[in-house]
Nanobody, 124 residues
């Protein structure tokens, strides 16, 4: 299975921006790669996902208009650009991938590869 590594987390004030990167161990052109987030003690929730370099995608309603998912500078990198951050966006963000050739899903159980996560803290 593909290996994933997140980077780019940190602390920011409300209204600020952060960009998270997910680097995969292989070409992601035939993979759905998604971002999920989790607050301690709560369930992991989907944020956004993208298939390949522009196939099927989704963005959660809670972040629509503020977060953008796109392919990065290389064919094995995915980027989550987060703007107008709110304190409720504070969470650990995970990058995840489905098996090859499967369309994107909002369900945690559908993803077979996960990164270690990166912390995002938004202060008011």
């Amino acid at each position: 299975a593909v290996r994933l590594a997140e980077s780019g987390g940190g602390s920011v004030q409300a209204g600020g921006s952060l960009t998270l990167s997910c680097t995969a161990s292989e070409y992601t052109g035939d993979l759905c790669v998604g971002w999920f987030r989790q607050v301690h003690g709560k369930e992991r929730e989907p944020v956004a996902a993208l298939y390949g370099s522009g196939g099927s995608t989704f963005v959660a309603e809670s972040v629509k208009g503020r977060f953008t998912i796109s392919q990065g500078d290389t064919e094995n990198t995915l980027v989550l650009h987060m703007t107008d951050l709110k304190p409720e966006d504070t969470a650990k963000y995970y990058c995840a991938a489905r098996d090859h050739f499967l369309v994107c899903s909002k369900l945690v159980k559908d993803y077979i590869s996960w990164g270690q996560g990166t912390e995002v803290t938004v202060s008011s």
